[in-house]
């Protein structure tokens, strides 16, 4: 039931008796604040209203995005005390002379130096603190040092580093957007986004907010008993707590299976380490997570299945509450000769087991949602502010946890700090929504990153088992598969991810004989969800391994290897799918890339090779649906008609506003710069989430036929024109029923190799050649390939995310402990954009965002073997204690 707060007790923020306020400059303005903030970073942002520092990890200091300026050196501002900041001068972007400013806003946007956004501010403060101390004497390799206090999850560093050289060395730049697809322009909002000016979701603020904090389990499978709040609600400034006792409609929401309970009731059972058992809602943060740490909760504990295999064994405890088995979902197909007999026949066989890690997603910016309740009784509506990935999945779920129309709740896109697949589901949407709606006040909840790291989902750790052969020339002849994902507790979409690994089990390569099974296994673990590649990564790191040990075998290199083995169009692949024109992409990789392989081996270097593919879009039978809405309007004045244009898609950082202004431009024939690109949520233009590499091309087939309608109908103003783009010719995995099935509209491929100093075993250089179909925007294509490089190294080198196997939860709780590579540490990265069209896609596109990381790991397998002869079997592959 709503327990609202009775009489308040002591405030174990309040300030002392030393003073209650301290003193400083802030961008040449005295200011006084109020002593009791945590730090200051919470100063600033909470008291002053000064947002461009952003909060990507407070109070740990370790992902750089709240650095300020403190008499003139760059400082994170949530590691420094307030008491230290009393007489001090404080600068912050705001504060930037508007001639400097200019010059970041303007290096940044032209050398394509953002993605998301949320590192930038910081990153530029840096910046400036070397380039006012160096001069033009800053190089990019004297900066990258300095760029070891700062995270950037989206950009790998390399077009950061462009854009700082060129300020510090004095050059211009006039940057545009582009009006035509293939145009290397400026990414939309680059200025107000390098600048911290583009506000993200705990940016906003809105009079009479409240601000809510979730009370997690502390134990990942144990029953709840009893939930005393009172100490809670008595708190400062606290407001009210709510349970699971207050939800009016659904228990549970959930992408594809309706099991993951929005709060764990007295009665029902935790699941995970992420698991919300109460909500506290107060005056401010700091009051509202204070209090949230007194709820008191009585568990009985019970022992969490860690183990995915034990979990499957048949004596195994359920895993997780409200569920009747711990197999999620099992994706299978055989295809062509049978099995056995053409592994038996085969000159050269391998038989290996490979394990992958689990991967936190590290996007910069936590997660944030703010509710703002309009109306009353039953004229009352919802605004929720959300950066998740698909927005009417949200706003169906919460009307379900509310008990109301759905046309009551809105869900408003407010472009995120990065994603890479780990917003899809739900994390604090639902609790905030049910906290604005009984309280009839706009509440904003944000993730403590520790909080982040526990709620959302995570790429899924896979055994991947392999028999693979070949005859004696290395034609590949026959391949099976087992492979077991732990998916952790709630299915998410990790279903989906089995059955994309299962799918992509075999590579971009001709097999006559496949036999593929793949298991997604409910444990106790951190939930495992969408990522950024979704099962592809893993099943291409164990794939390519094995065609490597096949090559070594048969005595050719692993280029060729790949050259007679690798899919053409009109061969079958996979369970069946008959490839189209596309598909020649593979191959046209693979000889871009020959060039470079055969300089490096012939240089002595220890190279290794890896070749990848990767659907874009859903496929598996979904109808797919795009639309988007092209709307002008009057003139002003002199000024011509602005011009919007309206679409679905999540911007996260990958550009989707910029494709959609380009496609725009081009259809329209007008200049960019009188559009306006706009989420619209105020109707159903998108379908589904902003995922799997869908939404360029997805975007741009529906933005060209919203144009076309234009000009058909006069460019009217006032209008809404209209255009859809659908993509419903695909068929489901392992439907015996259908010979050849289209799995996936599209694949985007890429050969990466890997360029490793045999003496040190450094790595020196990567070259990434991705055939993306189109690049509309071939600047920003190349930075989406340079971060999902930088995201590959991590993965095959350092990252991982492990979860204590005695409980369940996470053994690294910090940015700096999940092993990102650092900007010094990233080599070399060559990009190669090659353009093979996919058939039936909108200008060709394939998309580039998913493919971007799938052959790396197995690259760098396939070099540190070349310098010391291990083949390697298991991720992260040079795991360290953190820096
Ligand atoms: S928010 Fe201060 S370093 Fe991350
Ligand atoms: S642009 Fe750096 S984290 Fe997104």
Redesign the pocket.
């Known amino acids: 039931m709503t327990e609202l707060a009775d009489a308040p007790i002591a405030d174990p923020h309040a300030d002392g008796a030393a003073g209650a306020s301290v003193s400083f400059d802030v961008n040449g303005t005295p200011v006084s604040v109020r002593r009791s903030h945590p730090h200051l ?1 919470a100063a600033l942002r909470e008291e002053l209203d000064i947002t461009s520092p ?5 109070p ?7 650095t300020v300026l403190i008499d003139g050196k760059a400082v ?4 420094y005390d307030l008491d230290k900041a009393e007489g001090k001068s404080i600068v912050t972007l705001e504060g930037v002379d508007e001639a400097e400013r200019d010059a970041f806003a303007n290096a940044f946007a032209a050398c394509g130096g953002l993605q998301c956004g949320f590192c930038i501010p910081g990153i530029v403060m840096r910046a400036k603190a070397q380039i006012d101390k160096k001069g033009d004497s800053l190089t990019r390799a004297g900066m990258a040092p300095h760029l070891g206090a700062h995270l950037c999850r989206c950009t790998g560093y390399v077009k950061i580093l462009d854009a700082i050289e060129a300020v510090a060395h004095g050059e211009t730049f006039v940057p545009a957007l582009s009006n035509e697809v293939g145009g290397s322009g400026a990414k939309y909002e680059a200025a107000p986004l390098t600048l911290g000016d583009r506000g993200y979701i705990d940016d906003i603020r809105i009079p009479g907010m409240l601000h809510a904090a979730l009370h997690l389990t502390d134990h990942a499978r144990a029953d709840i008993e009893s939930i005393d709040t009172s100490a809670a609600r008595a708190a400062p400034g606290v407001e009210a707590v709510f349970t699971a006792d207050d939800l009016p409609g659904s228990l549970r929401v959930g992408l594809i299976h309706k099991d993951w309970p929005v709060m764990i009731p007295v009665g029902g059972r935790t699941s995970y380490a992420g698991d919300v058992i109460a909500v506290v809602v107060a005056d401010t943060r700091d009051h509202a997570r204070a209090a949230a740490v007194l709820v008191d909760v009585t568990y009985e504990v019970h022992t969490p299945n860690t183990d995915a295999r034990a979990a499957l064994s048949d004596n195994a405890a359920l895993s997780v509450w409200g569920t009747d088995s711990n197999v999620l979902s099992t994706s299978a197909y055989t295809r062509g000769d049978a099995f056995d007999a053409a592994f038996e026949a085969s000159a050269f066989t391998v038989h290996e087991t490979f394990h992958t890690q689990r991967i936190e997603h590290a996007f910069l910016e936590p997660e944030s949602t703010l509710a703002v309740p309009s109306g009353s009784g039953g004229a009352r509506t919802l605004h929720v502010y959300s950066g998740g990935q698909g927005v009417w999945d949200d706003r169906n779920d919460i009307a379900a946890v509310l008990d109301v129309d759905p046309a009551r709740i809105t869900v408003e896109l407010v472009s995120n700090g990065g994603a890479f697949g780990g917003k899809e589901d739900m994390s604090n949407q639902a609790q905030a929504a049910l906290a604005a709606w009984l309280l009839e006040r706009p509440v904003k909840c944000t993730l403590s990153r520790e909080e982040s790291l526990r709620m959302h989902a995570k790429r899924h750790p896979i055994e991947l088992e392999y028999w693979a052969g070949c005859d004696a020339e290395g034609r590949l002849t026959a391949l099976k598969v087992r492979g077991i994902g732990d998916s952790g507790a709630y299915a998410s979409v990790g279903m989906k991810v089995l059955e994309r690994a299962a799918g992509h089990a075999c590579g971009p390569y001709r097999w006559p004989s496949l036999d593929i099974e793949t298991i997604a296994v409910r444990t106790n673990n951190l939930v495992c969800g969408a990522f950024r590649g979704f099962g592809a990564n893993q099943a291409q790191f164990a794939m390519e391994g094995v065609l490597d040990r096949l090559a070594e075998q048969v005595g050719i290199s692993g280029w060729e290897m790949r050259k007679r083995n690798v899919i053409r169009s009109g061969d079958e692949w996979g369970p069946g799918q008959l490839m189209d024109d596309g598909a020649g992409g593979a191959e046209v990789c693979l000889d871009t890339i020959k060039p470079a392989y055969d300089a490096a081996i012939a240089s002595g270097k220890a190279v290794g090779l890896g070749l990848g593919l990767k659907n874009s879009g859903l496929g598996n039978g979904f109808r797919e649906v795009s639309k988007a809405v092209v709307h002008f309007l009057p003139a002003v004045g002199d000024a011509v008609g602005r011009i919007e244009v309206r679409h679905g898609w999540t911007e996260m950082g990958q550009g989707v506003h910029t494709v959609a202004l380009q496609v725009a431009a081009q259809e329209l024939g007008v200049a960019p710069e009188r559009i306006d690109v706009i989420v619209d949520t105020t109707r159903e233009l998108g379908f589904g989430q902003t995922t799997g590499s869908r939404g360029t091309l997805m975007a741009a087939g529906s933005v060209t036929e919203a144009c076309a309608a234009a000009l058909v109908g006069g460019c009217e103003v006032g209008v809404d024109y209209e255009g859809e783009y659908v993509v419903d010719w695909t068929q489901k995995l392992g439907d015996p029923s259908v010979l050849n099935p289209t799995i996936h509209s599209a694949f985007s491929y890429a050969a990466q190799m890997v360029v490793v100093d045999p003496e040190s075993g450094a790595i020196e250089k990567v070259v990434a050649v991705h055939d993306v179909g189109k690049a509309v925007n071939p600047m920003l294509v190349e930075g989406q390939i340079e971060g999902s490089v930088h995201m590959g190294l991590g993965y095959a080198l350092s990252e991982d995310f492990p979860t204590d196997p005695e409980t369940g939860f996470p053994t690294n709780m910090t940015l700096r402990s999940l092993g990102i590579l650092r900007a010094k540490d990233v080599p070399e990265i060559e990009v190669q954009i090659v353009e093979v069209p996919q058939p039936r896609s909108p200008f060709g596109i394939k998309g580039v965002g998913e493919i971007g990381l799938v052959p790396t790991a197995p690259a760098v397998a396939a070099a540190l073997h070349a310098v010391d002869g291990q083949w390697r079997t298991s991720l992260p592959m040079r795991r360290r204690d953190p820096d």
């Open positions: 970073l952003k909060d990507g990890c407070s740990s200091g370790q992902c750089g995005c709240c994170v501002s949530c590691q």
